[in-house]
């Protein structure tokens, strides 16, 4: 079995997709996004594949494609689709996968079930991006409570921003959290670029040796 790993955040708008980009680039890996509520703007599959240079084939259908930006759940009513959170199963394929849920871990996909749920069902090692400002220490350990309770396997924390080595290091003890490394904001968010910080600021290895 090939590296799987699941791509959450601690709030939507933190950066998962940048660091998607940037993991299945570095993993040579296919990329998955189940649910994509919002199709006007460039998609998070669309954004991918531009900023990991991606061939299409590398990037999987999305199982639901909803047109209103709003949460699943939500979405899904306005669109009027019925989404079935027990048919959401990652796709086979014989590479890395990397896998983006939408927003947080409990956003909701209908009225009886948010996304952690169905990451409980797979049992995918969770990667967690997290800000560094100002509100990550609360959401971070937050979100990795949500994680626990659920006994959702657990990689470590991705951090996204500018350095503030406190807020890792608390986050990182109080937490009992890997800390897998921090993407610096970027000024020139080009694939060159965004190839070149994650190789600086993470190690791949750390990503591959997880069990599948
Ligand atoms: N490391 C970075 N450097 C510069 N800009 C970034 C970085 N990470 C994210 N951004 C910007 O922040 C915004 C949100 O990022 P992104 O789309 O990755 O968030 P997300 O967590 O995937 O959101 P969603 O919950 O909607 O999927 C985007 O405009 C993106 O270009
Ligand atoms: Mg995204």
């Known amino acids: 079995m090939k590296t799987r790993l699941v791509v959450t955040g601690t709030d939507t708008g933190i950066g998962k997709t940048i660091f998607s980009a ?4 570095a993993l040579d890996g296919c990329y998955w ?3 994509q509520s919002g199709l006007d703007e460039e998609t998070d599959s669309e954004t991918v594949g531009r900023l990991g240079r991606l061939p299409s084939d590398r990037i999987l259908p999305e199982a639901y494609r909803l ?3 709003a949460s699943p759940h939500l979405s899904a009513r306005i669109d009027g689709v019925t989404l079935r959170p027990e ?12 896998i983006e849920g939408a927003g947080g871990l409990l956003v909701p996909l209908t009225e ?3 996304f952690a749920d169905v990451f409980a069902l797979w049992q995918i090692p969770v990667v967690l991006c997290a800000r560094t400002g100002l ?5 971070t350990l937050l979100s990795l409570e949500a994680l626990r309770r659920r006994a959702i396997p657990i990689l470590g924390v991705a951090f996204i921003g500018d350095a503030q080595e406190d ?4 986050i990182s003890r109080l937490g009992a959290v890997r800390r897998l490394g921090r993407l610096p904001r970027l000024e020139a968010l080009t694939p060159d670029r965004l190839r070149q910080a994650f190789a600086e600021n993470f190690n791949i290895a750390d990503f591959r040796e997880v069990p599948a």
């Open 22 to 25: 940037a993991l299945t680039d």
């Open 33 to 35: 996004k189940p649910v």
């Open 67 to 69: 047109a209103t930006p």
């Open 87 to 98: 048919g959401l199963l990652p796709p086979a394929v014989d590479r890395p996968l990397v």
């Open 112 to 114: 009886r079930t948010v």
């Open 135 to 139: 509100g990550t220490i609360n959401h």
């Open 167 to 170: 807020s890792e290091a608390i």
